[in-house]
C-alpha cells in the first residue's frame, strides 16, 4: 500500500486555470507536477537503443481501474512484498510429520472445485493456497484436520476478496458437516492469529493480469486465449508442491511465457517490452517455464482432475485440450533481440 505524504504547493484559488483538455503540454505538465506532489515516481519514456521499441501499456488515464500513474510503483511494491513473505518452501521435510505433498495436492484440487462451486473470484483460490501453505510452514497438521485447514483459509480468503462470503455453513455443507461450526471458526482464529492477520499477500495471480496484457499488447494472439492458458498454467503450478521456491511472480511471467509458446509455438514468446514490465530476463525463466512445461505435458494432473476440466469448459477457451509441443527450443530462452 502506498502511503500518501502530505501534499504541498496546493495552488491558491487565483492560480487556478481552465485548460482545455486537447491542450496536451498543459495536461502533461498539471500530471507531472501532481505526481511530484503526491510523491509518486513518474516513469519517463525512454529513447534510444532498445528503450524505444518498448510498448508503453500505461497511458490510459480514463479508466480509473488501470490506475495508469501508479501502476509501476504497485507492482514495484509487490515484488519488494514477495521477497520478504515467501514461506519455507520446505516444510514438507522440516515441520510435516502426518501429511506430504500429495495430500497437499488433493487438498488444492478439491478447493479448485469448492471455487467453481460457489463462483469465487481467482484471487480467492490463490490466497487459499498462500494461506494454507504460509500455516503448515509452521505448523504441525495432522492428516484429519487438513480438510479444516483448507476450508478455514478458503473462509478467509473469500472475506477479503468476495463481495459475499462464503458462510460458514456453506462449507459444511460441502463437507458433510464433518466439522462443526465451532471447529471451523477455531481453525480460521488459529489461522489469522499465526498469520497476525497480514491477509494482502502478492500471488502469481497478481502478476498474471498485468503480465499477460504486456504480452497480449505486442502480440497477435487473442487476449482470452492467453488469459485463460496463463491463469491454466499458473493454476496448475498451485497443485505441485516443487513450484513452492519460484516466486509469484517468476510463476506469472512463466506462465504467460508458455502460454505464449503454446498458442505460437514458432515464434519466440519473449520481447524487450515483456521483459522491461515484467523485469526477467528470457533465461531467468529457463527453470520455471520447464517445471511448468512438464506439469502441462506430463498428465501428473490425470489423478487430479479439477483444474483441467475447469479450463476443458467453453467460458475458459478450452485451454486444457490445446496441443502442447513436446520440447522448447533452447533458443527462445536466449534475450531477445527486438
Known amino acids: ?143 484429519q484436520r487438513l480438510q479444516l485447514l483448507g476450508v478455514a483459509c478458503m473462509m478467509i480468503a473469500s472475506k477479503y476478496e468476495e463481495i459475499h462470503a462464503v458462510p460458514v455453513e456453506g462449507f459444511r455443507y460441502l463437507i458433510d458437516y464433518s466439522y462443526s461450526k465451532e471447529e471451523v471458526l477455531q481453525m480460521e482464529s488459529a489461522v489469522l492469529n499465526y498469520l497476525k492477520f497480514e491477509m494482502t499477500a502478492p500471488t502469481a495471480k497478481c502478476f498474471l493480469r498485468r503480465f499477460v496484457c504486456v504480452a497480449q499488447a505486442t502480440s497477435e494472439v487473442p487476449l482470452m486465449d492467453l488469459e485463460c492458458l496463463a491463469n491454466y498454467l499458473g493454476e496448475l503450478s498451485l497443485l505441485e508442491y516443487g513450484m513452492l521456491p519460484y516466486a509469484p511472480s517468476l510463476v506469472a511471467a512463466s506462465a504467460t511465457f508458455l502460454a505464449k509458446f503454446i498458442l505460437l509455438p514458432a515464434k519466440k514468446p519473449w520481447n524487450s517490452t515483456l521483459r522491461h514490465y515484467t523485469l526477467y530476463q528470457a533465461s531467468d525463466l529457463s527453470d520455471c517455464v520447464k517445471a511448468l512445461h512438464s506439469l502441462r505435458r506430463n498428465g501428473s494432473n490425470f489423478n487430479l482432475p479439477a483444474i483441467r476440466e475447469k479450463y476443458s469448459q467453453h467460458k475458459y477457451k478450452f485451454v486444457a485440450k490445446k496441443y502442447c509441443p513436446s520440447s522448447i527450443p533452447l533458443e527462445f530462452f536466449q534475450e531477445p533481440s527486438d
Open 1 to 143: 500500500m502506498l502511503i500518501m505524504s502530505k501534499v504541498t504547493s496546493v495552488p491558491r484559488k487565483n492560480e487556478v486555470e481552465p485548460i482545455d483538455n486537447n491542450d496536451l503540454p498543459a495536461v502533461d505538465s498539471i500530471n507531472r507536477k501532481t505526481l511530484s506532489n503526491l510523491y509518486i515516481s513518474y516513469h519517463e519514456e525512454k529513447t534510444g537503443n532498445i528503450c524505444n521499441k518498448i510498448v508503453n501499456i500505461d497511458n490510459n488515464y480514463m479508466d480509473p481501474q488501470l490506475c495508469a500513474t501508479i501502476a509501476c510503483d504497485i507492482y514495484q511494491h509487490l515484488r519488494a512484498s514477495e521477497q520478504w513473505r515467501s514461506q519455507n518452501s520446505n516444510f514438507m521435510d522440516k515441520i510435516q510429520k502426518d501429511i506430504n505433498a500429495s495430500m497437499r495436492a488433493k487438498l488444492v484440487d478439491w478447493l479448485v472445485e469448492v471455487a467453481e462451486h460457489f463462483g469465487l473470484v481467482p484471487e480467492t483460490l490463490y490466497l487459499t493456497v498462500n494461506y494454507i501453505d504460509r500455516y503448515l510452514s509452521g505448523n504441525l497438521m495432522n492428516r
